[in-house]
């Protein structure tokens, strides 16, 4: 749903069912961006969703929508910009990574990572050549395309970076093996130590993630996803 405060959209409403009803009961409520992945424009048909977006707030009026399916389908990209495109092309621009997206987010540029890592070639880029912007441009690295090729590109000559003929994916490359040896040396004081140990430490959760369970996560690039046992120990850790 539309933001409705000033916060630049940290949070927003959203639409669920409670937990432990079978799906059965709708609920409204607050939930900090971050926690939602791969935003996409669908039609709503359900009565009952409907009515639970747009019931009043507090008693007042009911909260607004989005006006058409393009101002969705705008903030949908707005997101898909802040989430992916950002977070990797900001180490070029920046020279330095914002906080790097979840695991489970779809992200272009660690599709072209990962058919990097499985000795695939660059012509197994499955996205269009861009057809508008100009070449080696922001906009250009910034599409579907072009961020499967930075992904590529910086990590298909990481060990050799400066064989990358643009000077942007090649400082990716660079800070990404920068990035590789801090979440290393992580991994390595992390591991054996308890949620609180490490917590107390005040070791950033950006960078460190603790994870329940035994099922597989995406690496990625400067975080370490640490695996706990029942007592809340590191028992595994992966890191990119």
């Not at 959203?14 to 669908?42: A, E, H, K, P």
């Not at 048909?45 to 747009?54: D, K, L, N, Q, R």
Request: aromatic share 8%; net charge neutral.
């Amino acid at each position: 749903m539309p933001i409705v405060w000033g916060d630049g959209g940290d949070q927003r409403h959203v639409v669920g069912t409670r937990r432990r009803s079978g799906g059965r009961s709708l609920i409204r409520l607050v939930m900090n961006t971050d926690r939602l992945v791969n935003y996409r424009v669908r039609p709503v048909w359900s009565p009952a969703v409907y009515a639970a977006m747009g019931q009043p707030l507090n008693g007042g009026s009911g909260l607004p929508m989005y006006s058409s399916k393009e101002d969705a389908q705008q903030a949908a990209d707005v997101r898909k910009w802040l989430r992916t495109r950002e977070t990797h092309l900001g180490l070029a621009l920046n020279g330095e990574m914002s906080a790097m997206h979840n695991a489970d987010e779809t992200c272009e540029f660690c599709d072209g990572r990962d058919a990097a890592l499985a000795g695939a070639g660059e012509d197994a880029n499955p996205h269009p050549f861009p057809g508008t912007e100009s070449e080696h441009s922001v906009d250009w690295w910034s599409t579907d395309h072009g961020m499967w090729r930075c992904g590529w590109l910086a990590e298909r000559h990481r060990g050799f970076p400066f064989r990358i003929d643009d000077l942007g994916v090649r400082h990716i490359a660079l800070l990404r093996r920068r990035l590789s040896r801090d979440a290393a040396w992580l991994a390595r004081v992390s591991a054996g130590r308890t949620a609180a140990e490490l917590e107390s430490d005040g070791i950033s959760r950006a960078r460190l993630r603790l994870v329940r369970g035994d099922h597989p996560l995406r690496p990625l690039d400067g975080v370490v996803h640490a695996w706990l046992d029942d007592g809340d120990r590191v028992v595994r850790t992966q890191f990119c």
